[in-house]
């Protein structure tokens, strides 16, 4: 199957840094992928979808200044929490879709807990 | 706007026994399709199966069927002779023309060994 890796997999921070997460299809390419946060023992809220060399579409109530995302090539995107706050420790997600394993199916990364103190 | 709904938060089975998950989703769409996921404790989200809309006929994958109603909405999961591993957090979730997929707030099943 279509395998996304994310890195890093933990990430503990002080609270104002900026922290970069990527998110990489290792075996595919793919042309969309989307950003997920999910709280504990929640679902996942899907915070923005990126296409391969154009700006990404945020949800709404997202701020697309403090979650800065780039999709620069086929392979990578980064999610990059800016001045990071302690509301905005939780788990975030990425998925891939595209090429012939496109479908309509999504390929999910391991996630990434992010703990700001 | 597509909506998923999952009803049931919680549910245990015991184990070799059979669990039935349910969700219904509502969208005007006439092209879409229907996952179920599962989320175990390491977080990793696991494709359980899918169904396309436009098939009349439902989707097995080994002990895992689905009862696609598409008239009634209704998209359920039905898991064979659980077992241990299937414990986990199940999500619903749908998409459309857009790709976006949309979850059910998910249900955590139990496996009683």
């Known amino acids: 199957g279509a395998v996304v890796s994310q890195h890093p997999s933990r990430v503990i921070c002080k609270s104002g840094t900026s922290v970069k997460i990527e998110c990489r299809s290792l075996d595919f390419q793919a042309t969309t992928m989307f950003w997920y946060r999910q709280f504990p023992k929640q679902s996942l809220m899907l915070m923005a979808t990126s296409n391969e060399g154009s700006k990404a579409t945020y949800e709404q109530g997202v701020e697309k200044d403090k979650f800065l995302i780039n999709h620069a090539s086929l392979t990578l995107s980064t999610l990059t929490v800016t001045s990071a706050h302690p509301e905005d420790s939780s788990f975030y997600i990425c998925?891939?879709?595209?090429?012939?394993?496109?479908?309509?199916?999504?390929?999910f990364g391991p996630g990434t807990r992010l703990t700001v103190l | 706007a597509q909506t998923v709904t999952q009803s049931q938060p919680e549910m245990s089975v015991q184990e070799a026994e059979t669990v039935t998950l349910s969700c219904t989703y509502d969208?005007?769409?006439?092209?879409?399709?229907l996952f179920w996921y599962k989320q175990p404790p390491s977080r990793q989200m696991i494709l359980v199966i899918r169904?396309?809309?436009?098939?009349?006929q439902n989707a097995t994958e080994n002990r895992f069927s689905v009862n696609f109603q598409k008239a009634a909405k209704s998209f359920s999961l039905k898991i064979s002779d659980s077992q241990l591993g299937d414990t986990a957090m199940y999500f619903c979730g749908m998409s459309g023309a857009n790709s976006k997929l949309t979850f059910g707030k998910g249900i955590t099943l139990s496996v009683r060994p």
């Open positions: 969208t005007s769409e006439n092209n879409y399709y």
């Open positions: 169904q396309e809309a436009y098939k009349q």
């Open positions: 998925s891939a879709s595209g090429g012939y394993r496109g479908r309509n199916e999504q390929f």
